[in-house]
């Protein structure tokens, strides 16, 4: 695995005297977008007034079904999409009163892979400088290369590359610049395992050398495996926004399972009053809240009835039963809203 030793994010330090970077990444409050309708197709409404903080060196998850207005939120800010209204600062700099600094402070690697077939990865990276006003002096393209593993692909055709270093190499043309902002747009769509753990490797270390990462997925374990903070937008709305730990708290649901010393022809009445449900002959499947029941209690329960206990195994509610608890359920959405106020 390459050294993913990258030069450090432009404002992620500040020597005496300079100005201390901004203690949120990117803030937006309020904001829409209304695309026009066209022909007998009506206007949509992408983004229905989201406002969300993204703290200064986070790894922050953007999750959210197909539509949900997660491309939109992040063209705007990348001064793609022109917003209906709301704010949007990046780095402290507001994308209407100081567009080339907030586009300076922001890289963003598509989902899509568009370089250009017959460049060098040192050609791309250079021309990609350059067209950020990057004097030939400060550009740190062979930096760049060594730490994303391509320093022996220097000056081969971008055509030859496979398919993961040119995942790789769209990650370094994005930090041609030093912006302190990265956002990574489904960057392990469509790759294969082993791939997808170097690309989280490769996303950990950028965290750590100071840059602010913005990832946006459809693979829950990715977001729960590398996200310190989570927002889920669905219908153009944030639906839900705190910790990982904090949101996988809401669910507030395990299951037992209780593997039995003998066989059992029905639930015994002890567990009546519990949502328990008998898989074979052997084994016990209880599903509780741990606000309201103990562990030890069920098990107290199980024991009185003279069942003897070989194994137990208990199962974690995980972030993929939160997501689609609140894309699925629009009041659940609503509540979950009101409840997110609290945190922006």
Known sequence: MPDMTLPPAAGSGAPAGAVLPPDQAVEVHDLR?????????P???????????????????????NGA??????????????????????????IDRDARSARAAIGVVPQELNLDPFFTPREILDLQAGLYGVPKRERQTDRLLEAVGLQ?????????LSGGMRRRLM?????????????????????????RQSLWAHVRELNRAGTTVVLT????????????????????????CDSKQQLLKRLDQKELVVHLGQDVDALPEALAACDAELQGSRR?????QPSRARVGDILGAVSAAGLSIVDLTTVESDLEDLFLQLTRAPQA????????????
């Open 33 to 41: 977008k209304i695309y026009k309708g066209t022909g007998r197709a």
């Open 69 to 94: 207005g997660k491309s939109t939120f992040i063209n705007i800010l990348a001064g793609l999409v022109n917003k209906t209204s709301g704010t949007a600062r990046i780095w402290g700099i507001d």
């Open 152 to 160: 022996d692909k220097a000056d081969a055709y971008a055509r030859t």
């Open 217 to 240: 997925t459809h693979y829950l374990e990715e977001a729960e495996q590398l996200c310190d903070t989570i927002a889920i937008v669905n219908h153009g709305q944030v639906v839900a």
């Open 43 to 65: 206007a949509k409404e992408a983004l229905k007034g989201i406002s969300l903080s993204i703290p200064r060196g986070s790894l922050y998850g953007l999750l959210g079904p």
């Open 333 to 344: 959405a609503a509540v979950a809203t009101a409840h997110d106020d609290e945190y922006r």
């Open 284 to 288: 016990i499947v209880i599903r509780y």
């Open 171 to 195: 990650v370094a043309k994005a930090m041609v610049h030093a912006p302190p902002v990265l956002v990574l747009d489904e960057p392990t769509a469509g790759v294969d395992v082993e791939l």
